[in-house]
């Protein structure tokens, strides 16, 4: 799954990597979560050009609130198929967190390319009136430098596929497929990230386990 991430390239330098102009200015973030809103580039089928907006990570039902959706069942599962058909979307993020569990503790960790590129996650769009706007990442199978950590991670759209995977054209198999040429790599972090009212950059460096300072609290 995907439940935290960061984002903080500059609006200038995401630009550049979507063709899209993005004109405003982006705080950088650490530690975003669910609930949190997030910007989301879109297909905007009026105009027939990418767009963006900022909507809230999570999808409220009365059985569920969703921050994923599974890539293998996409296309039919009630709640996403027509989501799924039209209002395809993709998040920036710089990397993402994963809890490796032993049974005693839990050990985050950072995912990021190993260029230090930006990555888009896949996502779903749903307008639920003018005001509301939600988002979910989609997720698939670790490979092989996440599995040992996790067994899931987000779908994540090489930058070269964005207006394939927007524009609907990228069916599921072939986004897997784009999916595993980003080369990711991990390292261990403090567990401070635990708690969403951390939010620095201090997040994202490499952390001895050992040496982590678990009690500071701020």
Known sequence: MCGRYSLFSSSKSLSEELGLPIDVDLSPSYNI???NSVLT???NQEK???AFTFADWGLKT?????INSRIETVDTAPRFRDAWQESRSLIPANGFYEWYQDGLIKQPYYIYHKDHKPLFFAGLN???SEEERNVV????EADKNIETIHSRMPLIIPAEYNEAWLS??????????????????THTVSSRVNKMIHNDTSLIEQKDPIKDDQLRLF
């Open 137 to 140: 990442i989609l997720t698939t």
């Open 33 to 35: 979560g669910p609930s």
């Open 62 to 66: 009365p059985q569920n609130f969703h």
């Open 48 to 50: 027939q050009n990418k």
């Open 126 to 128: 749903f307008s639920l």
């Open 168 to 185: 609907g054209n990228m069916s599921k198999e072939d986004a897997v497929l784009a999916s595993r040429k980003i080369e990711l790599v």
């Open 41 to 43: 580039v879109y297909f």
